[in-house]
């Protein structure tokens, strides 16, 4: 069974840094790409960061670039979000996902559907 676990999430200032952890079961998380995703009430989701497998390729989305570093240990089955600088605006619940079929980090980040697999969210709220 195929099962995503996010924690990390928390309270902290602008300027602070978190990491998200997103645990899989069920399959080999360096098979497929991986994801992190966030939404806010009212507006689109947005994929944040992806890596993809094999190669460990990632994408960023524009808003995260120089301060989001996604990357994976593959012994733990795990894929971290390094989360710096963080500003008010990153304030949303994050989710990680996988569709089990894609490769790219970018194909995941742009074409992930609400029938694939997700995690139960983790609240990052940046205040001060």
């Known amino acids: 069974q195929v099962q995503l676990v996010e924690s990390g999430g928390g309270l902290v200032q602008p300027g602070g840094s978190l990491r998200l952890s997103c645990t899989a079961s069920?399959?080999?998380?360096?098979?497929?790409?991986v994801g992190w995703f966030r939404q806010a009430p009212g507006k689109e989701r947005e994929g944040v960061s992806c890596?993809?497998?094999?190669?460990?390729?990632?994408y960023y989305a524009d808003s995260v670039k120089g301060r989001f570093t996604i990357t994976r240990d593959n012994a733990e089955n795990t894929v971290y979000l390094q989360m710096n600088s963080l500003k008010p605006e990153d304030t949303e619940v994050y989710y990680c996902?996988?569709?089990?079929?894609?490769?790219?980090?970018?194909?995941?980040?742009?074409?992930?559907?609400?029938?694939?697999?997700w995690g139960q969210g983790t609240q990052v709220t940046v205040r001060s």
């Open positions: 069920g399959f080999p998380l360096d098979y497929y790409a």
């Open positions: 996902a996988t569709d089990l079929a894609k490769y790219s980090a970018y194909d995941l980040c742009k074409g992930v559907n609400e029938d694939d697999y």
């Open positions: 890596i993809g497998s094999s190669d460990g390729s990632t």
